[in-house]
């Protein structure tokens, strides 16, 4: 790929670590009192900056749109690790034990008992992690501000928030959904309502807050050459099923998995008309139809190794060509020079009865001369 993170350990700063069995309050203690130390110099940033919105904005709806759009900005999900703080007795007792797998349960026990975690807004938005329960939290302070009516809202295994506006109750996922991505219905926003009778409506969009995979360099510790095991969260659709199954819908959507291309590297060098042949492998191939190629002159700027986060929304555009095949791989030639951008995407059995985000696969580069 043409992007590349600024900093290895910027972007992937998790795993730079001593640990590999990931528990439910294995937090980096050190971004914690770096968090504590911003905060002493202004305990109050959160609000402060929500009081910021409501002055900049104008109107109601504006306001919370950008609302929205703030805790959205302020919080990844973190899939290795969930901000909690760990009592003295816990983190010795842990590092007594857990080095027994016999007696690793114990562990969860104490995890519950010793442990909590971190749901004051302040803290979430100086370290900048945050779960769905934190993420919703986050919001929910955020609502009560400005003297609307929120609580969190427990979906399975998955917690959002739910409003109520203008006599109107709606559901906002600040956590499955960044990027300013708002899913809406026939209102502004998505209605509780509307999730109800229809929760598969939440797979339309695109959810950029789970984008982490389980087949991707996050799930390796970059300092003990390690995958990572016990409490993390890596989300795979093809494995755990397309989001509107945790908001109710009685059908688990398992799609086909991503296609990944089969070349070293992620460019190809061309000859302007010459044809070209290149493959690509697909997980879960049978729930595919057929696979459907776009050909463009502009790229997305992200790949699922290598995220950037702010680009996350952005999809391969100034399509020169596109086309539908049923084998898995592309036979093309490309009759003018320049930088182009290739990417493939599964299609589901499942998609002319249901309204889907499909995502794509990573770009492939390619130079005609």
Same mark, same amino acid.
């Given at each position: ?9 910027? /972007? ?38 929500? /009081? ?19 805790? /959205? ?51 979430? &938005? ?21 003297? #609307?009516?929120?609580?969190?809202? /427990? ?11 203008? %006599? ?21 926003? &998505? ?34 050459? =390690? ?23 009685? @059908? =688990? ?6 296609? @990944? ?33 776009? !050909?463009?002159?502009?790229? @997305? ?6 995220? %950037? ?14 086309? #539908? ?25 499942? @998609?002319?009865? %249901?309204? !889907?985000? #499909?995502?794509?696969?990573?770009? &492939? ?5």
């Amino acid at each position: 790929m043409s992007v590349e993170p600024k900093s290895f350990e910027q /972007q992937f700063w998790w795993q730079f670590s001593n640990y590999h069995h990931i528990s439910p309050y294995t937090y980096p203690e050190e971004r914690i009192q770096v968090a504590y130390k911003k905060l002493m110099e202004n305990p109050n940033v959160f609000f402060q900056k929500i /009081q910021k919105i409501v002055d900049m904005s104008h109107s109601k709806i504006h306001i919370i749109n950008n609302i929205l759009f703030f805790i /959205q900005d302020a919080t990844i999900h973190n899939p290795v690790f969930q901000p909690a703080i760990e009592s003295i007795f816990y983190k010795f007792m842990k590092n007594c034990i857990s080095k027994n797998s016999i007696f690793l349960h114990y562990v969860s026990l104490m995890e519950r008992r010793q442990s909590r975690l971190i749901f004051e807004p302040n803290i979430l &938005l100086m370290l900048g992690d945050a779960r769905c329960g934190q993420a919703a939290h986050m919001l929910c302070s955020a609502l009560n501000y400005i003297n #609307i009516k929120a609580h969190i809202l /427990q979906l399975d295994n998955h917690i959002v928030t739910e409003a109520y506006i203008d %006599n109107t109750s709606y559901i906002f996922d600040v956590d499955l959904f960044k990027n300013h991505i708002i899913p809406k219905g026939n209102n502004l926003w &998505l209605t509780s309502k509307e999730i109800f009778y229809n929760p598969e409506i939440i797979n339309k969009f695109k959810h950029t807050g789970w984008i982490f995979r389980r087949n991707s360099i996050y799930t390796l510790n970059q300092k003990l050459n =390690k995958i990572y095991q016990g409490y993390i969260d890596f989300f795979s659709p093809e494995i755990d099923g397309l989001p509107g199954y945790k908001y109710g819908s009685e @059908k =688990k959507l398992l799609p086909p998995g991503i296609p @990944k291309w089969i070349f070293v590297g992620a460019k190809v060098t061309i000859k302007k008309g010459e044809p070209i042949i290149i493959p690509f492998e697909v997980d879960f191939s049978e729930r595919a139809i057929h696979y459907h190629i776009k !050909i463009g002159r502009v790229s @997305k700027r992200y790949s699922y190794d290598c995220l %950037n986060l702010s680009t996350l929304a952005c999809e391969t555009e100034e399509i020169i060509h596109e086309f #539908i095949t049923k084998e898995k791989y592309i036979e093309f030639r490309l009759n003018e020079k320049g930088i182009f951008y290739i990417t493939v995407a599964s299609i589901p059995y499942f @998609k002319d009865k %249901n309204d !889907i985000y #499909i995502w794509w696969s990573d770009e &492939l580069e390619c130079e005609v001369s």
